[in-house]
């Protein structure tokens, strides 16, 4: 690994998956296909771009309580993030959403430990252990 952080557990687990890094927040029901994972609101910066099996950071989800069920729908459906990092808090939509899903959530990141977050970069989220790493690329 290059670099760890600690970071806050909100919804227990380890997963690892390229980063998908948004500084929009996300509406689960309106904005992502539910069937295949992908972002389908044109105003959005990830507009086209598949969750499935990522690490999404993102500042977290607007919308009703329903998008709680939209995650769970995209876990349903084998295309949802395989892990979430919420850039400040965690709402109660994502984090209900990921509870219900069974997908690793973390909030919080300590700003003490330095990491750098790129698009496409390898993210090892154990929240179980409350660190978020980046894995090293291979040569």
Do not use: W
């Not at 909100?10 to 689960?28: D, Y």
């Not at 910066?45 to 977290?60: Q, R």
């Amino acid at each position: 690994m290059i670099a760890g952080t600690n970071c806050r557990k909100i919804v227990g687990g380890h997963a690892t998956g390229a980063a998908l890094i948004t500084n929009e927040r996300i509406n689960f029901l309106s904005m992502i296909n539910q069937e295949n994972g992908i972002v389908e609101d044109n105003q959005h910066e990830l507009f086209g771009s598949p969750v499935k099996n990522t690490v999404l950071i993102f500042p977290g989800s607007i919308g009703s309580s329903v998008g709680a069920y939209s995650i769970f729908s995209l876990k349903m459906n084998l295309c949802a993030p395989a892990a979430i990092i919420c850039m400040g808090k965690a709402d109660i939509v994502t984090a209900s959403g990921c509870a219900i899903s069974n997908i690793p959530l973390v909030d919080k990141l300590d700003n003490t430990s330095f990491i750098v977050i790129k698009p496409g970069m390898q993210v090892n989220v154990d929240a179980d252990q409350s660190l978020v790493s980046i894995r090293s690329p291979t040569v």
